[in-house]
């Protein structure tokens, strides 16, 4: 497997471990918010909403699976373009309106349906295209654009 090849693959495994994770952690956001109830906008109100969040472990299950995506995304974006990463992630948007339908049992009219079949097609097009456009490892000698790290 030359480079290239090995270079898809891996960004590609890590995009979908960033859809699982997002996907997943803004599915139990959403379920521990809606545990929680409407949350008011004034002071108190604000601050029943923290303390109630504070408490509620769907929350706090679905912030590990956020700072998973997190962790994951800056892992793809150390070795590849960000303009290749986030549109290639953009996927997740099909499964998260899917799983909106078969977990959350919302319904999604035609118009939503369309954007997301829209978004699908970009990210088919951006999978057509290398992962990196430029080297990260420099030539020997030669200076980099990264910023130096003191030691």
Same mark, same amino acid.
């Given at each position: 497997?030359?480079? /290239?090849? &090995? ?5 590609l495994?890590m995009? #979908? *471990? ?5 996907? $997943?952690?803004? %599915?139990?956001?959403?379920?521990g918010?809606?545990?929680?109830? /409407?949350? &008011? ?8 909403? #923290? *303390?109630?969040?504070i408490?509620?472990? $769907?929350?706090? %299950?679905?912030?590990?699976?956020l ?22 992630g953009a ?7 899917f799983l ?52």
């Open positions: 497997m030359n480079h /290239e090849h &090995r270079l898809r693959f891996k960004t495994v995009v #979908l *471990l960033m859809v699982v994770c997002a996907n $997943t952690g803004d %599915l139990l956001l959403k379920r918010m809606t545990q929680i109830g /409407e949350v &008011r906008i004034s002071p108190a109100g604000l601050w029943q909403g #923290l *303390l109630a969040t408490h509620n472990p $769907t929350i706090w %299950l679905a912030i590990l699976f700072l998973g995506f997190t962790l994951c995304y800056m892992t793809a974006v150390s070795w590849a373009d960000y303009s290749y990463v986030m549109p290639a996927f997740g948007y099909a499964v998260q309106t909106a339908i078969v977990v959350l049992h919302e319904t999604v009219n035609a118009k939503r349906w369309f954007g997301v079949m829209a978004i699908c097609i970009g990210v088919l097009l951006v999978g057509q295209t290398k992962p990196s456009t430029t080297s990260t490892v420099p030539a020997e000698g030669t200076p980099t654009n990264r910023a130096a790290v003191p030691s």
